[in-house]
T-cell receptor
Framework: KQEVTQIPAALSVPEGENLVLNCSFT??????LQWFRQDPGKGLTSLLL?????REQTSGRLNASLDKSSGRSTLYIAASQPGDSATYLC??????????FGDGTTLTVKP | EAGVAQSPRYKIIEKRQSVAFWCNPI?????LYWYQQILGQGPKLLIQ????????DSQLPKDRFSAERLKGVDSTLKIQPAKLEDSAVYLC?????????????FGPGTRLLVL
């Protein structure tokens, strides 16, 4: 059974700092890995999708990497802003479209 | 393009009562998901539909939960009877066919409180 762990559970940083969020998974036989953002009281928004054959994906100030063999992914946020404050979730997916989510990292960026 | 719609947004019921949630996916999206998200945890898949057929319902508590997707469009999730531990946010998501099928689009969720 796939298990996804995200560390830390919460993170508080000053504005402008670069930061890394971590995600680990127990079964390396994944089809893809996604990073999502969730704002309080809202649904999830997909940020980056990495295929199992890829090593990283970039979108603006976000960069996600994937090391399938070691069961790890990181989300790098450059030059953090208060608007980045949210919960970030990673999810590993199968080719049938089933996703297993971690419990998320709640990020607070202080002005 | 309109997003995934869910209603109601909030619901408060007493234990042993029944409740139903409704989801309207993005037009043309073949796959529809229902997730349960307990406070402080990530979403847990309850059921996945492909058009109007069930692909995966292995984590759906079938003694009290049921879901249907009539005509492969809208979907309803029902809980009967509700328990205290059912208090959670119920998220609906949909994904398009073809190469973009891996990207899920989520609705705002229905927040359920069982007293």
């Amino acid at each position: 059974k796939q298990e996804v762990t995200q560390i830390p559970a919460a993170l508080s940083v000053p504005e402008g700092e670069n930061l890394v969020l971590n995600c680990s998974f127990t079964d390396s036989a994944i089809y893809n890995l996604q990073w999502f953002r969730q704002d309080p009281g809202k649904g999830l928004t997909s940020l980056l999708l990495i295929q199992s054959s890829q090593r990283e994906q970039t979108s603006g100030r976000l960069n996600a990497s994937l090391d399938k063999s070691s069961g790890r992914s990181t989300l790098y946020i450059a030059a953090s802003q208060p608007g980045d404050s949210a919960t970030y979730l990673c999810a590993v997916g199968t080719n049938a479209g089933k996703s297993t989510f971690g419990d998320g990292t709640t990020l607070t960026v202080k002005p | 393009e309109a997003g995934v719609a869910q209603s109601p947004r909030y619901k408060i019921i007493e234990k042993r009562q029944s409740v139903a949630f409704w989801c309207n996916p993005i037009s043309g999206h073949a796959t529809l998901y229902w997730y349960q998200q307990i406070l402080g945890q990530g979403p847990k898949l309850l059921i996945q539909f492909q058009n109007n057929g069930v692909v995966d319902d292995s984590q759906l508590p079938k003694d009290r939960f049921s879901a249907e997707r009539l005509k492969g469009v809208d979907s309803t999730l029902k809980i009967q009877p509700a328990k205290l531990e059912d208090s959670a946010v119920y998220l609906c998501a949909s994904s398009p066919p073809g190469r973009q099928r891996e990207v899920q689009y989520f609705g705002p969720g229905t927040r359920l409180l069982v007293l």
